[in-house]
């Protein structure tokens, strides 16, 4: 059995957290080279090394990222079973890092996430929207619980495992002058119309492209963007139609003020958790996917009807 010298690690944990070796052996009253020693005789029982030189400063390697993670969780629980044995209160919440594909819908993000604030136990929420790629290069190096896609993570660099948490029909919204206006005769309709798409390359754009084709349309595209939620907004200022999942159509008509012009049939969006590990562990994930499963795929039931002629 292999057995962790938790006094090297204390040491690895105050050189990482005081960003060098002079700093921490001060704190430690400890002198330099002994404490160097130490971290070596922990590097050299993980096989590999936690820090490497950057001009005067010490900076963690991949492995260093991953252990200053686990030594936090494990001098933060160490702190509080002292706190739990001397009745004092914790208050330790439970920490989710959460990180988004700026492709998913923040109204989808928001119903995703709402079995966190049911969890008997606080959940402290951290979410981080960006690209697919850097998501799940923080994924990698443990800086992210969960990553929302909206594809599988086949194609990631990394090795990921995809937990499918639900599916949606797509519709296009705009102003509702508009969206009457369209509503009539669709999908012909939108044939020279003005819209505002996601950018090339995503999911989406590529079924949408392929629905266009398939129904001899070809719109007016005024505007291509990464942010849903900035589809979302140009479209509510009467810039022209824009997709968005069925699933959120009421609150999305509520809070944008806009209305349904017609449904993309045949088109629909997949929403996916990423993780690194294929059992899902921690407690806030596995409740997100247990409750997304079953409430996604509801899915279009409350849409609105489209607006009368």
Excluded at 121 to 137: I, S
Excluded at 139 to 154: I, K, N, S, T, W
Excluded at 198 to 213: A, I, K, Q
């Amino acid at each position: 059995m292999e057995w962790l010298n938790y006094h090297h690690l204390l040491y690895f944990h105050a050189v990482a957290k005081a960003g060098g070796l002079v700093p921490a052996a001060e704190r430690l009253r400890l002198s330099p080279p002994t404490l160097s020693a130490q971290i070596h005789e922990l590097e050299k029982s993980l096989g590999e090394k936690l820090f490497e030189k950057r001009g005067r400063r010490l900076e963690l390697t991949e492995l260093g990222r991953v252990c200053l993670r686990y030594a936090d969780e494990i001098f933060s629980l160490g702190q509080e079973m002292l706190d739990a044995l001397h009745d004092r209160p914790t208050g330790r919440p439970l920490r989710l890092a959460v990180g988004v594909e700026d492709v998913i819908p923040k109204l989808v993000v928001h119903r995703l996430l709402e079995p966190v604030r049911r969890m008997p136990e606080r959940v402290q929420l951290v979410c981080t929207e960006d690209r697919g790629d850097r998501l799940l290069a923080a994924l990698a190096v443990h800086d992210l619980d969960v990553v929302f896609g909206d594809a599988p993570a086949a194609q990631a660099p990394v090795r990921a495992f995809s937990h499918e948490l639900g599916e949606s029909g797509v519709g296009f919204f705009g102003v509702p002058e508009a969206a009457r206006r369209h509503a009539a005769g669709w999908p012909r309709s939108l044939d020279g119309a003005p819209v505002v798409l996601p950018v090339r390359g995503t999911t989406l754009r590529r079924s949408l492209d392929g629905w266009f084709d398939l129904n001899g349309v070809r719109p007016e595209i005024v505007a291509e963007l990464e942010d849903s939620a900035l589809m979302a907004t140009f479209g509510a200022d009467g810039l022209g139609l824009f997709p968005a999942p069925l699933v959120v159509a009421q609150p999305l008509t509520h809070q944008y003020r806009v209305a349904l012009a017609g449904k993309v049939q045949g088109v629909r969006e997949r929403y996916y958790g990423i993780t690194m590990d294929r059992r899902l562990r921690h407690p806030a994930v596995a409740a997100i996917r247990e409750a997304a499963r079953a409430r996604l795929a509801r899915q279009t039931t409350t849409a609105p009807a489209r607006p009368r002629t």
